[in-house]
Antibody, heavy 121, light 105 residues
Framework: QVQLVQSGAEVKKPGASVKVSCKAS????????MHWVRQAPGQGLEWMGW????????NYAQKFQGRVTMTRDTSISTAYMELSRLRSDDTAVYYC??????????????WGQGTLVTVSS | DIQMTQSPSSLSASVGDRVTITCQAS??????LNWYQQKPGKAPKLLIY???NLETGVPSRFSGSGSGTDFTFTISSLQPEDIATYYC???????FGPGTKVDIK
């Protein structure tokens, strides 16, 4: 069965960086794009970007351009999201989510359990 | 960028009620719209894709309709386990609507 297992909670100081991992199992990792979505406390879902695990190509939301880097290690079927120059308003739960694209339709069918990143001095 | 609005932002209904949520896109998105359910402390769950297709394993009381700029999500008979926040999502970089919180009256 498809599973996305994310790394544990992090506490970071403002200005630091955080790297969250998402280990995939139960499917061919390189066959599906991986998205990252975050959710600040009490807020809605915010799309951050995606990575093509096959090519390593990425597409980032404009808001995060220059601060986010998405990478992958195909040998261990793991995707990574690194966010730099952290601010207090980056405090959020970060999710990875697999994209399935069929006949022009695109959706996130499997999600990780979420990783809480807290930014606090 | 395509903007999504949802209404209402929250609603309260009785068990067994029919619940309807609307999502509007700022431009024509054809049928490129998904609906998700998110329960507190949990990851979102895909319910409806391509505006009206029920994801495998999702109860048939959930349905979706619409195309172009106006979309509707319906729970035909609200159940206690349906208490959650519901989000629409469009395909332009998979951005989400602001969400609709549903609870029991």
């Amino acid at each position: 069965q498809v599973q996305l297992v994310q790394s544990g909670a992090e506490v970071k100081k403002p200005g630091a960086s955080v790297k969250v991992s998402c280990k995939a199992s139960g499917y061919t990792f390189t066959g599906y794009y991986m998205h990252w979505v975050r959710q600040a406390p009490g807020q809605g879902l915010e799309w951050m970007g995606w990575i093509n695990p096959n090519s390593g190509g990425t597409n980032y939301a404009q808001k995060f351009q220059g601060r986010v880097t998405m990478t992958r290690d195909t040998s261990i079927s793991t995707a990574y999201m690194e966010l730099s120059r952290l601010r207090s308003d980056d405090t959020a739960v970060y999710y990875c989510a697999r994209e399935i694209a069929v006949a022009g339709g695109v959706r996130n069918d499997y999600w990780g359990q979420g990783t809480l990143v807290t930014v606090s001095s | 960028d395509i903007q999504m609005t949802q209404s209402p932002s929250s609603l309260s209904a009785s068990v067994g009620d029919r619940v309807t949520i609307t999502c509007q896109a700022s431009q024509d998105i054809s049928n490129y719209l998904n609906w998700y359910q998110q329960k507190p402390g949990k990851a979102p769950k895909l319910l409806i894709y391509d505006a009206s297709n029920l994801e495998t394993g999702v109860p048939s009381r959930f349905s979706g309709s619409g195309s172009g700029t106006d979309f509707t999500f319906t729970i035909s008979s609200l159940q206690p386990e349906d208490i959650a926040t519901y989000y629409c999502q469009q395909y332009d970089n998979l951005t989400f609507g602001p969400g609709t919180k549903v609870d029991i009256k």
